[in-house]
């Protein structure tokens, strides 16, 4: 294997400093000589010479590539107490979470209907671990503010972007156009 | 009912039972054969059905994907962010006063311990012991106090014998541990009455 090159080695140690994922554009900033693609191959030459061979793996995750410990690991570090688990978040949260992912930029009201169930105080809560945000307003009535997933939502789920979501055709119960009921008996 | 569900679950169970209400009786309704424009009204109901179970779906999918996240840790350790401090108490005074009462309830019944002045005379104690000196060279310890006398009495007989005692006025001995105390004159002193 060849040593790594001056920017693989600079990218390592800013990704090694950073404590959350660095996107593309922060990597390329430190060496703006570099340009994108340069950038791109050292990524791929470090995440390819950490392969197996470490504790830790170079991920891409949250539109930005970040350190993390192998998962093998979890159990072992967990129990020493070196680093915590996040929070789980609620069934309710998961719930609303879903829904803005898939319906963003959306507004409460909208929320509100799918799950059948008042969704404000779930919603604030998303709001203030940072999971959502308001993106824009509504063009309807009082111009409602409409939500949308935030870079730490994709964070505490481990995805690269949206794309990594599960299209809505992949799953078992599609959602066709509205099904022809059975004459009533 | 609806005021103890709240006013927005009361809202949408209305809400619902007239949807409901309003399907039935479009059901109920005589159309035209082979009319185009009539839509079933339960399709939208399915509609709405098909999708929360859809939402469902994409639930577990994304709780366990953040299950495989949190097996891997990344640099520095941020502790999340507290949990929002408690909603504010909903009780009536009723409530309160309830309470309070099973709290004072517990509260142990207080141990009164009555505290009686009772006067040491020493002095009389002194008199009567100094008195008994000019009589006899030696007597016993119930010539002084009497067989039936108070903590008090005793109390002071002691206090005023060893006070003697210290004046050298008496000597004051015990043939064994437990026995009688003999209560003799200091040898001595010369008698109270040619000092």
């Known amino acids: ?185 | 009912m609806i005021n103890e569900l709240g006013l927005n679950q009361a809202a949408d169970y209305l809400e619902m039972a007239a949807r409901l209400l309003r399907i039935k009786a479009q059901l109920l309704l005589p159309r035209h054969l082979g009319e185009d424009e009539w839509e079933d009204p339960r399709a939208e109901l399915v509609r709405r059905l098909l999708e929360y179970q859809q939402i469902r779906e994409l639930v577990d999918w994304l709780g366990r994907a953040a299950e495989l996240r949190a097996e891997r840790y990344g640099r520095g350790y941020e502790a999340p962010p507290a949990d929002a401090p408690p909603a504010p108490l909903q009780i009536d005074l009723n409530d309160l006063l309830a309470a309070a009462e099973r709290v004072i309830a517990l509260i142990p019944e207080p141990m009164l311990h009555r505290v009686v002045p009772r006067p040491l005379d020493v002095e009389g104690a002194t008199e009567r012991i100094t008195t008994l000196l000019s009589e006899r060279d030696e007597f016993g310890w119930l010539d002084i106090v009497g067989p039936q006398s108070s903590i008090v009495d005793v109390l002071s007989a002691f206090i005023a014998l060893l006070e003697l005692a210290k004046r050298s006025s008496l000597t004051l001995s015990q043939a064994e541990p437990f026995g009688p105390m003999v209560i003799k004159r200091a040898a001595a002193q010369p008698p109270r009455e040619a000092a």
């Open chain 1, 1 to 185: 294997m060849q040593p790594p090159s001056p920017l693989a080695k600079l990218l390592e140690a800013a990704l090694f400093a950073a404590s959350r994922p660095l996107t593309l554009d922060e990597l390329a900033s430190l060496e703006p000589e570099a340009g994108e693609a340069a950038v791109r191959a050292a990524l791929a030459a470090l995440q390819s010479a950490y392969g197996d061979e470490h504790g830790v793996e170079l991920v891409e995750i949250a539109e930005g590539w970040q350190f993390l410990t192998r998962r093998e690991y979890a159990e072992t570090i967990e129990r020493a107490q070196f680093a915590l688990r996040p929070r789980r978040l609620s069934p309710a949260a998961l719930e609303t979470l879903a829904i803005i992912a898939y319906r963003q930029p959306v507004g409460r009201l909208e929320v509100d209907e799918i799950r059948g169930v008042d969704s404000d105080a779930v919603m604030d809560k998303l709001v203030e671990r940072g999971l959502i945000e308001v993106v824009t307003r509504g063009e309807g009535l009082g111009r409602p503010l409409l939500y949308g997933t935030t870079p730490s939502f994709l964070e505490i789920l481990g995805l690269k972007d949206l794309e990594d979501l599960p299209r809505l055709e992949e799953l078992s119960v599609a959602l066709r156009r509205p099904t022809p009921v059975d004459e009533p008996e």
